[in-house]
């Protein structure tokens, strides 16, 4: 029988509380959950048949929501669904050869929590707007001094549309600065991903002290108030999902 | 889940439905830019892959040119020669693509941080 991988935690300070909180949950497929220690890190774990795992709606949220309980009382390093390992040694060997590495993880993301922030815009009114600006742009010289021939008009095209380019992602860099501007009072350490899709401009994680979800919404108010025309999306609070760093070996 | 995640959505953009649309779309760019190679479509499956990468080539060309012709270093010269060139890749590609019957969807790849290439 494999064993199924859900969450990676410390149990120092309150094993009882953890024992206790694992008596009132079940894994996937109602299995029984259990931990695998190595010193004071734990695995939580359930029993389950390689064959039995779908990776199905009902299993998946099934497994995020049980990260997600445990998340509340503790500090976890959630695992990736589908993290299968043959036996309870192994799960021990596994904790034993990347003890540091877990260590150093739970230590920085120790009672904080994440939290998503998308920005929206209405794409053909903020290329519009940009698209003003980047015509805007004086041509050099060397363009506009030559005699027309379809080469020039061709590369001139081009020169419009990369400066367009520039433009739009000068646009979304500034707004990104001055989120973090704003966020910097929650001392957050943050990741920010551009322009996702054509109306997604920001997607960004946060990592935050748990208390600070409401001074958290309270930025994202002051921000949505300074930019009318765009939509956030705060999301929270998760389990640390994108503040993982361990290949685990 | 345990309540509602969202806690702040705001602004006068409609997300829910654009959201989804926008992740239903970039699904099923990413499902239709596998390469599906079986012993029958060799030929056009190999083409496509080839295709894709020279595309990805042409617009990091065509990207770095325009940085160079946006700095203001090149002459008259250099500018006619470059729009010569970089309008008949173009054309070339164009060529490529409708003689393997495939669009600028098909050669579209995601490239992480830096977007789709289409």
Known sequence: MDKIIYAILSVKEDPEKLMAQLNTMKGILEADLYIVSYEDISAVVSDINRSDLIADKTNALKFAELIENLAEQFTVIPVRFGSLVESSDRIKKMLERNYNKIQNNLLEIKNKVEFGLKVFCDPEKMKAEIKIKAEAEPLIESIKSKKKSIYTDYLLNKLKEHRFEEQLLAHVDCIILDITTHLKQLNPIQKFKKMVSATNIIDAVLLLEKDKKELCINVVNELQNKYPDLSFMLTGPWPPYNFVDINIK | MTNNKILCNTGT????????????????????????????????GLAKLVLTLVELIRKLVEKQAMRRVDGGSLTEEEIERLGETLMKLEMKMEELKKHFNLTDRDLNINLGPLGDLM
């Open chain 2, 13 to 44: 953009v409609n997300l829910s439905i654009q959201d989804i649309t926008d992740k239903i779309e970039k699904l099923e760019k990413a499902e239709e830019a596998k390469l599906k190679l079986t012993p029958d479509n060799a030929e056009s």
